[in-house]
């Protein structure tokens, strides 16, 4: 169980995040507010981990304190490196600390990428473990309940748009200097998005109008790499010049036949039923019911899957015809987990609920529900039109978007989830608040005192 | 990786527990770099430093002495305070090993990036 656990993980977590690594260049990632407001409220002279910090964007939010970054993935850890941030590549599910060494820890958006519970609880134990009596662990998780958008089933695979990601940094010298950055710290053209949300600041500094938090959309401004499209108001074509000249031509040098792209996007939505995960009940995300309108403003909901659905736009949509699926720079195989065993423990794995569900856009941050509505949805297919009988044939189209490639592993958490298990499972843990930030669950816990 | 991160740092390897600490420090290329000296920063990471750790990590990078344990009074005593920062926070080793004193086994250090990384065979229990 836990080897197929590690294998999906692997190939649906792990080896996405090294392939998408490099084009973490350009657009900047969305850093929570209140993660940030639970750095700085640290006492000067912490010692501070950032476990799956990927390319960094916390570890510098407190200079009075020592934030260590760590993540799996050594790409990612590169970037932050570059950023001159402290880094290192280790394992949350054996973390290479000694007890209670930090005070305090931030884990965010991590813990969804495990996909036992056993696993989630060990990842949650260890970073316990590592904490001071006292010290305080901040924990955020994809919620299941989203306002704009409608989760199937608790582990999805959610594909990746590399579109909205910018050419590796070698090939695209001057995209960084186009967008210069309100944050002084991030003078350096890797401007990664989150782990989990790579282009939801972009859109989300566009929404700021109509967004109830607005605080969280001055500092989302103020850190987003896209300084064009954050203003307020800025006109529909700001995202696309923000993507910034190199990009562009990349997209356009490879325009595609629109009826050959929507015969393949008929093709990839459903699984094969051969395919193991056919019969699990993990799903792959549906199109979302939105349509994309350049006449808006505050279009762009937050998400790095939005674009996806733009690539098959009619031509009659003007600026977006440009936008279509570059070739896939790497192809997720068909390979799966070798075998699926049934299990008890709420694992995934154990189930058997075939699943035909369209491919969908990531969307890490919940939209606002204006900008999400006035997406439209490309295809008349959703899940119920899908066909299970079809294959996805992923290898024989090169030039589309491998709308299977990059697919990520979430298990997106119930309301009250996390914080049963960590009543249940941690109980070295003590809550100290939780709640739900833009879609995600959050928790605050303190190591108690009298442990270990 | 500097000093200070080293001090937190434990072998994981199956079966080593807390004997995994800490790790042995070999560098091959260490770099100095020039960091503000912010004193009440450092007298309140002082208490938190595993001193022999320290120690032993500066000996094997040939550093300059470090007290054998904080001086009495260091709150107020700038010399000590100046030492460990430059000790902490302005020596980073970017290539180099750190291996496990238990086991043996050896984690790279490279480009200033520790990879503690296990193999599933070394981590199942």
């Known amino acids: ?452 | 990786m500097r000093l200070l991160t080293h001090n937190l740092l434990s072998s994981h390897v199956r079966g080593v527990g807390p004997r995994g600490f800490p790790p042995r420090l070999q560098a091959t290329e260490v770099r100095i770099n020039p960091v503000e000296f912010n004193p009440g920063f450092i007298v309140r990471m002082i208490p938190k430093v595993e001193w022999a750790a320290l120690l032993e990590a500066a000996g094997n990078l040939h550093l300059i002495e470090v007290p054998k344990e904080p001086i009495q009074g260091y709150e107020h005593n700038e010399e000590f305070l100046r030492k460990m920062h430059h000790v902490l926070l302005e020596v980073e080793v970017l290539e180099g090993t750190l291996q496990c004193p238990e086991s043996g086994r050896v984690f790279p250090l490279s480009r200033g990036i520790p990879n503690m990384q296990l193999r599933d065979e070394e981590t199942e229990t």
Request: charged fraction near 25%.
């Open chain 1, 1 to 452: 169980m836990d080897h197929a656990a590690a294998q999906l993980e692997k190939q649906h977590v792990h080896d996405v995040y090294e392939s998408t690594a490099p084009y973490f260049s350009d657009l900047q990632s969305k850093a929570w507010p209140r993660v940030r407001q639970f750095l700085q409220e640290q006492k000067p002279g912490s010692l501070i981990a950032d476990i799956g910090c990927g390319t960094g964007k916390y570890l510098k939010v407190n200079s009075q304190v020592h934030t260590l970054g760590c993540d799996y993935c050594a790409p990612l850890v590169e970037i932050a490196r570059s950023r001159g941030c402290e880094v290192m590549v280790c394992d949350n599910l054996n973390l290479p600390f000694r007890d209670q060494g930090f005070d305090a820890i931030i884990s965010i958006g991590v813990i969804h990428h495990f996909s036992t519970k056993q696993r989630r609880i060990r990842a949650i134990k260890e970073m316990a473990r590592v904490l001071a009596p006292g010290g305080q662990l901040m924990i955020y998780v994809w919620a299941m309940e989203q306002k704009n958008r409608h989760f199937e089933k608790q582990d999805v695979l959610v594909p990746w748009n590399k579109a909205l990601c910018s050419q590796p940094f070698s090939e695209s010298g001057q995209l960084g200097r186009k967008q210069p950055c309100g944050r002084p710290e991030r003078g350096h053209p890797y401007h990664p998005p989150c782990s989990a949300c790579p282009c939801s600041v972009c859109f989300e500094g566009r929404c700021n109008s109509k967004r109830s938090h607005s605080v969280d959309c001055d500092s989302v401004l103020a850190g987003t790499c896209c300084a064009n499209i954050s203003k307020e108001g800025e006109e529909e074509n700001g995202f696309y010049n923000t993507l910034g000249k190199s990009f562009r031509s990349w997209f356009s040098s490879r325009s595609l036949d629109e009826s050959t792209l929507r015969k393949q996007i008929e093709k990839v939505r459903p699984l094969k039923s051969t395919e193991s995960w056919a019969n699990s009940t993990i799903s792959i995300q549906p199109s979302r019911h939105s349509s994309f309108d350049l006449g808006h403003p505050e279009t762009l909901s937050a998400g790095e899957q939005n674009l996806d659905e733009e690539v098959f736009v009619e031509p009659s949509q003007g600026p977006l015809e440009w936008l279509r699926a570059p070739t896939t720079c790497k192809q997720l195989n068909g390979d799966h987990p070798g075998v699926i065993r049934r299990n008890g423990d709420g694992n995934f794995l154990g189930g058997t609920n075939a699943q035909e569900s369209c491919v969908d856009e990531d969307n890490f941050e919940e939209s606002t529900a204006s900008g999400s509505k006035s997406w439209r949805r490309i295809s008349a297919a959703d899940s119920t039109d899908s066909n299970p009988g079809d294959a996805i044939s992923v290898e024989e189209q090169p030039n589309v978007l491998d709308s299977r490639a990059f697919m990520r592993y979430y298990h997106v958490f119930r309301e009250g989830e996390l914080c049963g298990l960590l009543k249940e499972s941690v109980s070295e843990l003590h809550i100290l608040s939780s709640g739900n930030d833009h879609g995600n669950w959050c928790v605050i816990a303190e190591k108690r005192e009298s442990c270990d």
